[in-house]
Structure formats: structure tokens, C-alpha cells
């Protein structure tokens, strides 16, 4: 059964039908020109864009995991303010030939993610598109009275950053390399690391503790090393900013430990991973030295690592320093992550 | 020159510094993980996506246009609530070689659109697509006290529509016929049609103007007998209710009349287009009798056609029944409007 045997209306119904009522605020859901919505005074508001060939490949990702990952990486910016996510609106571009059990697959995905977070579907568009294209635009408020930016950081700042990183692009490289069709994750060697790729865990419980923490965030998508670059070159003032990365403190999984043969640090493939793979969706922030031990009591409490990687310093450059075991600063030739390269000329 | 050549960040810092502040709301712009706003209690909310190959062909409509045109179907849809446009989020894929100044033209035909309306773009994404693809999601407020919704509607209630009916389909059908490859609108026949086409006018301010005496609403983006399907659907409480429109009544505009050598309503072609034509992004909405002289009024004060072409009542079946001049239901084998059409099997 193909999408087009019930049609748009009757998707919008199915839609409509499965996704429960969460939040008292909503006056008017999925069904009207516009949804309606009481707000809190202040409201978090982002979207993003999924994309057939470039953010997915459809053959290789399961299609309830790529749900849940339309609405993960979502919830994890506002999760980089210190947010809490209230409603999201849904468009969905849908190749004509598309199957019905797909789609629901996709909704399923999309929905366990939105329940578990308590987010509310209120809206969207659903139309015909040459290749599965996903646009989900997420609502939210601060937890604390106002959200954390990224243009906040200050010298004297220590820089910390959650879970571990590297994991999410390994596996991706990983899965480019397997030739299965039919893919069965369990049954994958790496398979903890090629769901990180396709499941990343959005980082809200631990965001919304940050609030009155952390003085910047963001959440790592681009990879350590465009991120901390973004928090430098928004919170710069008169003077420049740079970061300067201990090494041997970026904290790594074991899987990816394990797979660089115990020496993660001296394979240049597993650096380039490390700073600038991305998808991570691990939160990179900056608190005052004074505020460690609470960091670390919020580590245990909440069972996720939290690691300190380094610090801020006032700079003539915007720059970020990775400094190795004997203190000597790294120098790695890395490509920095962009949608659109410049092309050979 | 490409838009590669200035990349992503380059694009979005353009975005950001062309991109006027606007609303007093707005305490954080483009920029960070999320934007960040001071809301007005109540909040309407509506995505769309316009998809090259589905929505538009790039080689036919200039970009400049189709930037105007991916708010302005947003605005619409603000519109059909009675509601004040706010803030928008872009979404926007790029294939990969797409040049400079196109997505240049594009930024300043949305512009355009959002200065003339009061709305601050807070927000967006950029990325790479195999298509052209166009996100946008738009906040605003109910004009009065409540939004109107498309299910408000009662028997007993008339029926308007804003504008004409039927330009923008006829502009589209005109417009697939010429071959000519660079499109110089000024120069070509029935280039009025092809502008409703191309360059649809929200009615914002109507919209805002029928809070308080529109009792349903509904912008008319896929044709009246859809949009209408809609607003009965919605309302029917015991009861079904039904739409009786008299034909002669359709507000019609002096090109189209002319297109169809005077008779529009004896050519079968001019009346799919007129009921199920679509994108005339008009606004059809109830209101009791007794509102029949306010709305003349308003119709004069904004010169702007408002037209009265029917009445809703209580049904054993939901329906949308057309009275031609001598009072006899006209029977149309009218094909709906599907974005997943059913195959021939």
C-alpha cells in the first residue's frame, strides 16, 4: 500500500488521529489554517531541514529511526539554550511512489521521540517532493528565567562538554563501508556507534539543569571545533577569544577507544572524527571555575559523563589550541564541515 | 559566482545583515541555537514547503517572485485566522551549483514581502538539496480577542470570498504553454494572470479587519470547492451542513471573463479552473446576514471586491451544491486536487 492509496487528507487524518495531547497550552492543533497556541512570555523558537542525499541516505536508515532523529536534532538546540520543548510543526516532503508503511514507520519514530519529551504536534504541511525532505520547526522556553547563549562565553571560562564525541561520525563512516541492503543493526559489529549516528540522544535533561550554570552553549553538530569557533567569534568583545583543549581530556567512548586500537590520539583519522566529525548533539559550554563540583554532582546524579576540555582566553586571534600529553600545541590540517565546498578550480 | 564561493556562514551572515529588526519582541535574532522572543499570549503558528518540480519550476518563475511568493502563502494562511503576522523562520535547500545572485534575488523578493508586512525573519536554516526547497514557518497573533477558525461555521450564515477566483490556475496554464525559456512577464499576454500566478497578494489586511465579523475562514490555496469541503467538514456538529453557491455570483476577473470570450460559465475548462483551479489564496469565509452592509463597507473602504456568493445549511450530506442563473444544480465531474494522486491500476 502506497502513501497515494489514502492521499494527503487522509495521512493528515492518520496523523492527527495518533498524536496524542500533551500540553494545556494548545488551543488549536493539527487541522486549521494556523495552530493556536497560549504561550509562556518567552518562547524558543528553531527549525531544521532533513534531506534526502545529504543528511540521509534512505536506503541505508531505518525509517523510524530517521523520525526519531528528525525531531532529536530539534530538541537539541533548544536544549543548547537551556530550553525546554513544547510544540513542534511538522513538513514533510514525500517522494510520490512512497510506501504507506514507511511513513508510518517515520511517524512512529517521530512520535516516541515527541512523547518521551512531551512535545506536542500542532501543525505541519505534507506535500509530493522529488526526494524525502523533513522541515520540523520546534517551540520551546527557557528553563531559568532566560535561555544560556552562545554568545556569552568570557576569558577565565572553562569549557566542558557532555557524553562523549566522535561516536556519531565513526559510525556513519562505518555504515558507508558495509554493502547490507536489508540492514539489521543489531546484528552490525559497531553497532552501538552506528546508532549514535542514527539516534543521537538529545541532551534536554542535562540542558535545562545547565540553566544558572553554564554561561555559553551550544549543542555539537558541526563537530568541537566549528562549534567552540561559533561560541568565540559571537562572544568576542573588544578583545578576541580563543579556546585552549587539553587532548587527552576530550572524552571518548570506549567503542571508539577500541576501534583506533586503544590509541585514539595518535591516528589522524580518529582526530579529524573527533574535532570535526560532528553530530554529536553533546552540549559544549562554558561555567566558571567555581561551579565544578556542582557540575560533577550533575554528572553522577544524572549518569552522563561531563568533562572538562579546556578553557577561555582572551587572544589577539580567534582561535582554538588543542595542546597534546606535554603541553605542545597540535597542529592538524582539518577540513572544516560545509554544505556547500568550493569546488577544485 | 556561486553561492559556494561564500558558503554557508558567509550566506547566513548576509542573511542576518540584510534582514531589518523589526519587532520589539524579538531578543535574539538569527544567530544562536534557537531564536528568542517575547510573545504575545496567544500565538498562531503555520509552516509550508514549496518544493522545485512540485511547487514551482525554477526555470519559469523568476526568484525574485518565488522569494515573495514562500511568505506570502504563509501569510495567508496567517490571514484565514484573522491574525497579524510576526516572525518567520526560512528553511532553505540549495542545490549544491546554484548561483549567487539567484539566491540574492530570492532573499530580496522574501524581503520585500516582510518589511511590507511587519515581519522579522528571527531564524531558519540553510543546507544543501538535490532541489530547490523552501521552508518557511510563520508566528503571529489573532487580530481581536480569538482567532477565526474554518470550523465556526453555522447553517444560516452566508458566504464571501475577497478578490476573484480562478487568475492564479489560468496564469499557471497560460504559463506552461509559452516555451519561451527567459520569461520577461512585462512582455507577455495575460501577464496580469500569470502575476496572480507567480506573485499572490495575502490579505493580510482584511483578514485582520473580518475579526469580529467572519464567523469561518479559510485562505482558498487548493479551490473554492476544496477550501469549502473543508470549512463544512470541520463545522458539522449533529448536523452536516452544506454550502449553496450561486454560479453567477463567483467574483470573476475582467481577463479571465475575457480569456473565455465573455461566457466563462458555459466553458467546462473555465469552471474546473474557477472551483478547483486553487493558489488564488483569496479569503471564503461565514457571516450571519446582518453583516451583509458592514462588509460592503469594508469592501469599499480597502477597495477590494468582497462578493456574497452563497449560503451555508443544515444537510443529510456534506456538499458544495452550484445554482446556475435559473436555479438548477449544475453538475461538475470535477476532479479534486490530490498531491498523491491514485495510479490507474
New interface residues.
Given amino acids: 500500500m502506497?502513501?497515494?492509496?489514502i492521499?494527503?487528507a487522509g495521512?493528515i487524518k492518520r496523523v492527527r488521529a495518533r498524536s496524542p495531547s500533551i500540553k494545556e497550552g494548545v488551543?488549536?492543533g493539527i487541522?486549521?489554517?494556523?495552530?493556536?497556541?497560549?504561550?509562556?512570555?518567552?518562547?524558543?523558537?528553531?527549525?531544521?531541514?532533513l534531506?534526502?542525499?545529504?543528511?540521509f541516505l534512505r536506503q541505508l536508515i531505518p525509517p523510524r529511526l530517521l523520525g526519531r532523529k528528525a525531531l532529536s536534532v530539534n530538541l537539541s538546540?533548544?536544549s543548547?539554550?537551556a530550553?525546554v520543548p513544547d510544540?513542534a510543526?511538522v513538513?514533510?516532503?514525500?517522494p510520490?511512489d512512497i510506501k504507506l508503511a514507511y511513513v508510518e514507520e517515520l511517524l512512529e519514530g517521530f512520535l516516541e521521540v515527541a512523547v518521551e519529551h512531551k512535545v506536542e504536534i500542532?501543525?505541519?504541511?505534507?506535500?509530493?517532493?522529488?526526494?524525502l525532505?523533513i522541515?520540523v520547526?520546534?517551540?520551546?522556553h527557557?528553563a531559568g528565567e532566560?535561555?544560556v547563549?552562545?554568545?556569552t562565553a568570557q576569558a577565565g571560562q572553562e569549557l566542558w562538554v557532555t557524553g562523549t564525541v566522535g561516536d556519531a561520525s565513526l559510525g556513519f563512516e562505518i555504515l558507508k563501508k558495509t554493502e547490507s541492503q536489508e540492514l539489521d543493526i543489531s546484528d552490525l559489529h559497531h553497532s552501538s556507534l552506528i546508532l549514535k549516528h542514527f539516534d543521537p540522544m538529545p541532551r534536554i535533561s542535562v540542558g535545562v539543569r545547565l540553566a544558572g550554570i553554564a554561561q555559553a552553549?551550544?549543542?555539537v553538530s558541526d563537530g568541537i571545533l566549528i562549534d567552540l569557533q561559533h561560541i568565540l567569534e559571537?562572544s568576542a568583545q573588544e578583545k578576541k577569544l580563543r579556546a585552549v583543549l587539553e587532548l587527552e581530556k576530550i572524552p571518548l567512548s570506549e567503542d571508539f577507544v577500541n576501534y583506533f586500537q586503544g590509541e585514539p590520539f595518535k591516528s589522524d583519522d580518529a582526530l579529524r572524527l573527533i574535532f570535526t566529525g560532528g553530530e554529536d548533539y553533546e552540549l559544549l559550554f562554558t561555567a566558571l571555575p567555581e561551579k565544578e563540583e556542582e557540575i560533577l554532582r550533575l554528572s553522577q546524579e544524572l549518569e552522563l559523563p561531563i568533562s572538562k576540555i579546556g578553557r577561555v582566553e582572551e587572544s589577539e586571534t580567534t582561535e582554538v589550541v588543542i595542546l597534546d600529553q606535554k603541553g605542545n600545541p597540535l597542529s592538524l590540517p582539518l577540513p572544516w564541515f560545509?554544505?556547500?565546498?568550493?569546488?577544485d578550480s
Fill in positions: 502506497k502513501l497515494s492509496d492521499g494527503e495521512w488551543v488549536l487541522g486549521d489554517d494556523t495552530a493556536w497556541v497560549k504561550s509562556a512570555e518567552n518562547i524558543l523558537i528553531t527549525c531544521d531541514l534531506i534526502e542525499q545529504v543528511h538546540d533548544i543548547a539554550m530550553g510544540y510543526l513538513g514533510v516532503g514525500f510520490r500542532i501543525g505541519g504541511d505534507t506535500t509530493a517532493s522529488p526526494v525532505s522541515a520547526t520546534l517551540l520551546g527557557p532566560k535561555p547563549l552562545r554568545s552553549m551550544i549543542d559571537e560545509e554544505h556547500f565546498p568550493q569546488e
